[in-house]
């Protein structure tokens, strides 16, 4: 508990007296100040418009790719994978999604992840992936597709955490969310309630989770100009 008070008054200090920050957004364009001379954030460098727009993407000026981009991709990654499927890089690859599979632990819905730590959240995509029946290929597939369209990317974000959030968004999106369905008595009668509810998809779990794919696709690193 002190510890946590201690670090609460530290955070209070360093957002009450920035240091060396700058007076406006580093984003060209932007005129917007920075959360620290606003006094309310610590970044020096970037807005709160700028740096929301990081948590969601992983740049801070850069959009995340869209399915349709990416799709192109995906096609020509996983038949490649397919045809090279009995590869060791391949193998060793396919393996370590499997293995993070059976890892993870059981499925949690997703409306129960609110408040979970990062790790868990991530933990849970991959659950829900195993539940769905998702083939190891198509999560291999995800991280060599980004890898692909970075490069030719004209103007790309070059920097891990980038390609580590878009794998972490395809990889959300094959996840799917929980979907509840049920009868309940009211005044006028019976009628059918829904829950449907999908992750976040921003944030430091994005982090985590395309971290684990890529690491688990790194044995593939070598053999991507192949394809």
């Known amino acids: 508990m002190t510890r946590r008070q201690d670090r609460k008054l530290d955070i209070r200090r360093r957002i009450a007296g920035p240091q060396d920050a700058y007076d406006r957004c580093r984003v060209v ?9 606003k006094k309310k954030g610590l970044n020096r460098l970037y807005c709160r418009r700028h740096v929301d727009h990081y948590r969601r993407h992983g740049s801070y000026f850069k959009g995340s790719y869209g399915a349709g981009e990416l ?15 009995d590869e060791p890089a391949t193998v060793e690859a396919l393996n370590a999604v499997s293995k993070l599979y059976r890892r993870v632990g059981p499925h949690v819905e ?5 408040g979970k730590p990062p790790t ?20 291999v597939a995800c991280s060599l597709a980004v890898a692909m369209r970075i490069k030719d990317d004209l103007q790309p974000d070059w920097h891990d955490e980038y390609r580590e959030v878009q794998v972490a968004k395809l990889l ?56």
């Open 172 to 227: 959300h999106r094959m996840a799917g969310g929980s979907h509840k369905r049920w009868e309940r008595e009211g005044v006028s009668g019976r009628k059918v309630v829904e829950l449907h509810k999908h992750p976040n998809s921003r944030g430091r779990v994005l982090r985590v989770l395309g971290k684990q794919a890529i690491k688990a696709a790194s044995s593939l690193d070598d053999l991507r100009e192949l394809l």
């Open 29 to 37: 364009g932007c005129t917007q100040p920075t959360t620290a001379i």
């Open 110 to 114: 997703a409306f129960r992840l609110a």
């Open 71 to 85: 799709r192109p991709y995906r096609v020509r990654a996983t038949a490649w994978l397919e045809q090279h499927r």
């Open 120 to 139: 868990d959240r991530a933990n849970a995509i991959w659950a829900s992936l195993r539940e769905r029946g998702v083939d190891p290929v198509d999560v």
